[in-house]
């Protein structure tokens, strides 16, 4: 802790492990099972327990990290919040440790930006490079895989997982899982066809995009049985690594599909 610019009207619990380079900036609250990477900047009025969080993160005022879960069956069991390095958590965030089920961590991966009162509940996994606008809301066991962008006011049913490069745009209500690389919006989400500019904007090649196209056709326009669906685009031979994440990710669908 002697390497961390702690202010001076902060509270830092004494099992605090703080890196070097650490600000904690004015009328902080740092309880126990915190780990700050290198770096890492607490600007003010952040409350933070059971929390590992790595390098460069950046925490704006009035965010709460690793407080108990909403959760009736929660009995202060010992769980915690594990966040990566080089994220940015903007103001009145809320990221919450986790249930006593699963493995007992809410986690959020690298490079990722979550916006002014978003909301990760327990026991929520978070990739990389994920966008959360203002007021997007996650419920419990949520799965967000890496690139996906939740626009604001979006609210996301518990176990749901949301697809790598899928964009679901705001005030929609997602209660089905979230294929990759598609577009979804609505009070109750649909798609609305695939994420191409956000595909291109991460350096998708042709010939990859147009293998998407024809998988998201037989998949979702061909009025096909989704089971009949996939083995079609596996008859058609396509296996590239976007593909083979496709279906895999339709196949493992718990809660149904948006369509």
Known sequence: MSKANIHSSSIVSPDAKLAEGVTIGPFCIVGKGVKLGKNANLISHVTIEHTEAGDNCTIYPFAAIGLPPQDLRYKDEKTMVKIGDNNT???????????????KITSIGNNNFL??????????????????????????????????????LVAVHQFTRIGAYAMIGGFSGVAQDVPPYTITSGGRAKLYGLNLVGLKRHGFNAHAIKEIKQ????LFRSKLPLKEAIEKVQKEGKHSKEILHLIEFLENNKRGICR
């Open 89 to 103: 958590i903007r103001e009145f965030v809320t990221i919450h440790r986790a249930s006593i089920a699963g493995d």
């Open 115 to 152: 916006m002014a009162y978003a909301h990760v509940a327990h026991d929520c996994k978070i990739g990389n490079f994920v966008i959360m606008a203002n007021a997007a809301t996650l419920a419990g066991h949520v799965i967000v895989e890496d690139n996906a962008f939740i626009g604001g």
């Open 215 to 218: 998988a998201y056709k037989t």
